[in-house]
C-alpha cells in the first residue's frame, strides 16, 4: 500500500468517512512492521484496536437460573388450582347439609300445614252441628203448626 | 423458542456484548454481571427475539442500556468514596502505564464521553456499518459520523501530546 494512498485514508478516518474495508486496511497496515517515521504515532491506535479485538467473555453465562424460577411458577400455578379445588369441594360437601336443613324446613311445613288442616276440619265439623240445631228449629216449627 | 435455538441465535455474540459492556463500564468483573444480565433479560423475553430483525442489533442496544443505567446509579451512590481518594491512584496508574502505547490508548477511550466511546467501540472494534450503529444507539447515520470523527479526533490529539511528551 503506497504511502500518499494510506495519508489519506487516514484523514478520511478522522473525519468518520472511511468504509469498513478501509479501516481495515489501515489496521493491517499499522500493524505490520513497516510504517513510514512520520506516521507512527498512529501505531498504538491501531494496534489497540486490532487487540481490543480479541477479549472473549471467560465466564460461563447461567440461563438455569430462569428455568428454577419458572419451576417455581409452576408450583405456584399447582397451590393455586388446589385452593380452588378445595374451595369448590367445600361448596359441593356443604351442599347436601343445607338441602338437610331445607328439607327439616319442609316437613316442618308440612306438619304445620297437617295442623292447620285439622284445626278447619274440627271448624267444619262444628259447623255442621249448627246445621243440625237448624233442622230441629224447623221440626219445632211443624210441630207447632 | 427452545432453550438450544436460543443459545444458537444469541450466543455467538456474547463476546462482543463483554467488550461493549467493559467498554462502558471499565471493570471486567462489572461487564461479566452485565452480560449475564442481559443474557437473562434475553431469554425471559426470548419469544419476542424473533420479531426483531437482528436480534444482534437488539442485544446490543439492550447491552447499552444496561450498562449506562448501571453505570448512573454507581455514580449516584458512591460518588463520594469514588472522588477523594481513588483519583490519585488512578492518575498514579496512568503514569506508570503512559509507555505502554497500548493501554494508553484504552485509557484514552475510557475518558472519552459515554456515546463517543460506545459508537467507536462499535464501529472501530466490533466493525459494525454506520447504518446498524445508527439503529443501535437510536440515532442517525450522520450524527454516529460526527461523534466517531469526535472520539478518533480527540484520541488522535491526546495521543499526539503524549507521544510529544514521550520523545522530549
Known amino acids: 500500500m503506497e504511502l500518499a494512498n494510506i495519508e489519506k485514508l487516514l484523514e478520511a478516518y478522522f473525519e468518520g468517512n472511511t468504509t469498513l474495508a478501509e479501516e481495515a486496511t489501515l489496521r493491517s497496515y499499522f500493524t505490520e512492521a513497516s510504517v513510514a517515521p512520520h506516521l507512527k504515532e498512529y501505531v498504538p491506535l491501531f494496534s489497540s484496536l486490532q487487540l481490543a479485538k480479541e ?32 374451595i369448590i369441594a367445600g361448596f359441593v360437601f356443604t351442599q347436601p347439609n343445607l338441602s338437610q336443613e331445607e328439607q327439616e324446613a319442609l316437613t316442618a311445613f308440612n306438619e304445620s300445614k297437617k295442623a292447620m288442616l285439622l284445626l278447619s276440619q274440627n271448624f267444619n265439623n262444628g259447623t255442621e252441628q249448627l246445621a243440625l240445631v237448624g233442622q230441629f228449629s224447623e221440626t219445632t216449627n211443624k210441630i207447632l203448626k | 423458542m427452545k432453550q438450544t435455538e436460543f443459545i444458537a441465535t444469541v450466543l455467538p455474540f456474547k463476546d462482543m456484548l463483554y467488550r461493549l459492556a ?6 471486567s468483573d462489572e461487564a461479566e454481571d452485565a452480560v ?16 426483531y430483525k437482528s436480534p444482534q442489533a437488539f442485544a446490543v442496544t439492550m447491552t447499552k ?3 449506562l443505567d448501571r453505570l448512573k446509579s454507581k455514580q449516584a451512590s458512591n460518588l463520594k468514596i469514588v472522588h477523594s481518594n481513588y483519583q490519585a491512584n488512578e492518575s498514579l496508574e496512568r503514569q506508570l502505564e503512559a509507555n505502554d502505547g497500548v493501554s494508553i490508548v484504552f485509557k484514552l477511550m475510557e475518558s472519552l464521553p459515554a456515546q463517543q466511546k460506545i459508537i467507536m467501540q462499535l464501529r472501530d472494534i466490533e466493525e459494525f456499518e454506520f447504518s446498524e450503529i445508527a439503529k443501535m444507539v437510536d440515532s442517525n447515520e450522520t450524527a454516529v459520523r460526527v461523534s466517531l470523527s469526535r472520539a478518533r479526533k480527540t484520541i488522535r490529539e491526546q495521543l499526539r501530546k503524549q507521544y510529544k511528551y514521550g520523545i522530549s
Open chain 2, 36 to 51: 449475564q444480565e442481559v443474557y437473562l433479560k434475553l431469554w425471559k423475553g426470548k419469544d419476542k427475539i424473533k420479531k
Open chain 1, 55 to 86: 477479549e472473549v467473555l471467560n465466564k460461563e453465562l447461567v440461563l438455569s437460573e430462569e428455568t428454577t424460577k419458572t419451576s417455581r411458577n409452576w408450583w405456584y400455578g399447582i397451590a393455586a388450582s388446589a385452593a380452588v379445588v378445595a
Open chain 2, 22 to 27: 467493559k467498554r462502558i463500564l471499565v471493570s
Open chain 2, 65 to 67: 442500556n444496561y450498562c
